[in-house]
């Protein structure tokens, strides 16, 4: 069975500082892709970055990337120029490719991000 | 471009009784996956549907059943409730059975189960 590890509880830092949240999967299998969501208070899950794991190159979008390492099973979120707004639990998830179809996602437990001002 | 809807927002059910979720997905989306979120916890999969079949399935007890409608709305159904199945419930789409790419949650329906 897969699994996705979140280590960290919880993390707090300054605002406009960065802060970088730890995640390590275990799967034996090859054609995946790896996420992470965001979700505040409001509940809403929030798609924050996501990355093909055939694909050597770390996603990007604005302030945030991951920094991926498949052959250590790890997939890092960097925050960058924290904001007030970025407070919230955040998941990293697993999603198996198997061919005939997608099977759901792994979630981690999550790290709940404060932001200091 | 309206997102996932999901209603209602809160439910407050007693044990035993049976409970009815409802899911409309994005649009552009045909499949629904269904997540079942503990407090404190990550959300766990409970199963999918595509085509008004159920595709896919977590480790979840026969007590949860599902549904998907012609327009791709879908229905979680959970029958004698349990005190631990007080939960977040959300739905998310995604456009294609086995096609890679990303699910896009709804904002959940809140169940507290007395």
């Known amino acids: 069975a897969q699994t996705v590890t979140q280590s960290q509880p919880e993390m707090s830092v300054q605002e406009a500082e960065t802060v970088t949240l730890s995640c390590t999967y275990d799967?034996?299998?090859?054609?995946?892709?790896l996420f992470w969501y965001k979700q505040p208070p409001s509940r809403q899950m929030i798609l924050v970055i996501r990355q093909e794991a055939y694909k050597q190159q770390n996603a990007t979008e604005n302030r945030f990337s991951v920094n991926f390492q498949k052959a250590a099973k790890s997939f890092s979120l960097k925050i960058s120029d924290s904001q007030l707004g970025d407070a919230a639990m955040y998941f990293c998830a697993y999603y198996l490719y198997s061919g005939g179809g997608a099977d759901g996602l792994t979630f981690g437990k999550g790290t709940h991000l404060i932001i200091q001002p | 471009d309206a997102g996932v809807t999901q209603s209602p927002t809160h439910l407050i059910k007693t044990r035993g009784q049976q409970v009815t979720l409802r899911c409309s997905p994005k649009?552009?989306?045909?499949?629904v996956s269904w997540y079942q979120q503990a407090l404190g916890q990550g959300p766990q999969f409970i199963f999918q549907?595509?085509?008004?079949?159920?595709?896919q399935r977590g480790n979840f007890p026969d007590r949860f059943s599902g549904h998907q409608f012609p327009n791709y709305s879908s229905e979680l159904n959970v029958n004698a409730l349990l005190l631990g199945d007080s939960a977040l419930y959300l739905c998310?789409?995604?456009?294609?059975?086995?096609?890679?790419?990303?699910?896009?949650f709804g904002p959940g329906t809140r169940l507290t189960v007395l």
């Open positions: 549907y595509y085509e008004e079949e159920e595709r």
């Open positions: 799967t034996s299998e090859s054609d995946y892709y």
């Open positions: 649009s552009g989306h045909d499949t």
């Open positions: 998310a789409s995604s456009p294609g059975y086995g096609v890679k790419d990303t699910q896009y």
